[in-house]
């Protein structure tokens, strides 16, 4: 391998800002990809790792790399990869700060990185880095919601037209990049999907294969949604956008078949706490979410309905990350049958710019992943 140098985003200490230095350059050991990072998504959990990392992931290990989502080329492999050879194109998960890895050479804020051959998938030539790279986490969260035995348990994704379940779905925050992997998940698997999301974003869920789709901020949205719903035969429900547990659970306990709610997100915003002097947002939103957490708790019981909170990276536990990354994205991405969603919002073009990109999505975007140039 010729001689290469190494730079990251590095978090020194918890709650501190990002700084861009030098880092050692990873070896990939056995299953490993060691990938020239060409373009890097940023997620809400980025930012709450950053500010509240002691209190949502005690076990990271500093000084930390964050990030999540990869896609570059691979300039080597360890021993015992047969999936993919230098000079490939993937994108894949990376899990710098996960509990499954927690060291730096694995966090997707810098230029090489090191990813698990399971977590990774052979990019087609037509996908550009920056329009992949809005995948990895994304996919992995729907994936791990939608298919795990402990969530949601529904029939895997085939390449081809799947036989229809006729069963049906509800994905309540379609346009997030969660929801937009969702959809086009469940789609493969023989569901029919019914999402809610903004007007301005009806056409996007609907491309991604959506049936049917309510705009959440409707008073009414939750009694029209179960008057739509009456006669199906409910496969479950996924809550992806912060709130979105308790509509579900609403509208599951009204509803007939699966009544199980696997839920991405909080009750309430956390990705909004200041990096310094915590304390005063602290008092106000942590017995809030408590609250928020108990109430669900609460009316998922009075409803019938079981309550199951997702983590993203669950899924690399078993065989069915393989399965995702490998057996299914691969092939589908290459057939078209599954397309990069929802549009990058390209927010910079090195590592210094990270910490722009993540204010910007802090202050919110519409079906849109803000992703970074490297
Ligand atoms: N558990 C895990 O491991 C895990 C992993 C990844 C993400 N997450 C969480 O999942 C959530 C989604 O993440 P993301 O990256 O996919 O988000 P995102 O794309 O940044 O979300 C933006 C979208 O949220 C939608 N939205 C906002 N409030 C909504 C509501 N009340 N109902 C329905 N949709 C709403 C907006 O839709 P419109 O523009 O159409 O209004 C917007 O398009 C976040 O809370 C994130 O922290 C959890």
């Not at 930390?64 to 990869?70: E, F, M, N």
Request: positive net charge; aromatic residues 6%; charged residues 15%.
């Amino acid at each position: 391998m010729p001689t290469l140098s190494n730079r990251a985003a590095w978090v020194q200490a918890k709650g501190q800002p990002l700084t861009v230095a030098a880092a050692p350059m990873p070896q990939p050991g056995a299953g490993e990809l060691l990938v020239r990072n060409r373009a890097l998504a940023l997620n809400p959990f980025d930012g709450v790792v950053q500010t509240l990392g002691g209190l949502v992931t005690p076990w990271v290990s500093y000084p930390a790399i964050l990030g999540s989502d990869v896609a570059g080329d691979v300039v080597a492999v360890g021993p015992s990869v047969s999936r993919f050879q230098p000079g490939d194109r993937v994108l894949g998960l990376a899990l710098g700060i996960d509990k499954l890895a927690n060291r730096a050479c694995e966090g997707a804020f810098q230029h090489y990185v090191i990813l698990r051959q399971e977590a990774a998938t052979p990019l087609p030539d037509g996908i550009g880095f920056e329009r992949a790279a809005v995948l990895p986490l994304a996919v992995a969260t729907a994936a791990s919601g939608l298919f795990l035995d402990d969530q949601l348990g529904l029939r895997r994704p085939c390449v081809q037209t799947p036989e229809p379940t006729g069963k049906t779905l509800l994905i309540w925050g379609g346009s997030t990049s969660v929801g937009s992997a969702a959809i086009q998940l469940a789609v493969a698997a023989g569901y029919e999907v019914v999402t809610t999301a903004s007007p301005r974003n009806f056409d996007h869920v609907r491309r991604l294969g959506a049936s049917h789709v309510f705009d959440y901020h409707d008073a009414n949205v939750v009694a029209s949604m179960v008057r739509f719903l009456g006669g199906r035969d409910m496969a479950g429900a996924l809550a992806i956008a912060v709130g979105s547990g308790a509509p579900c659970i609403d509208i599951l306990g009204r509803c007939q078949g699966r009544r199980v709610v696997s839920m991405a997100s909080a009750p309430s915003p956390i990705d909004d706490a200041p990096l310094a002097r915590q304390l005063v947002w602290k008092l106000k939103r942590l017995p809030r979410l408590a609250a928020g957490f108990l109430g669900l708790a609460i009316r998922a019981r009075l409803r019938g309905v079981e309550l199951r909170s997702i983590w993203g990276t669950a899924l690399l536990k078993g065989p069915l990350g393989a399965q995702i990354f490998h057996d299914f994205l691969g092939p589908a991405l290459a057939s078209g049958r599954f397309v990069p969603a929802p549009e990058p919002l390209v927010a910079g073009q090195g590592l210094d710019d990270i910490a722009q990109a993540l204010a910007l999505l802090r202050r919110g975007v519409s079906a849109r992943k803000v992703v970074v140039s490297l």
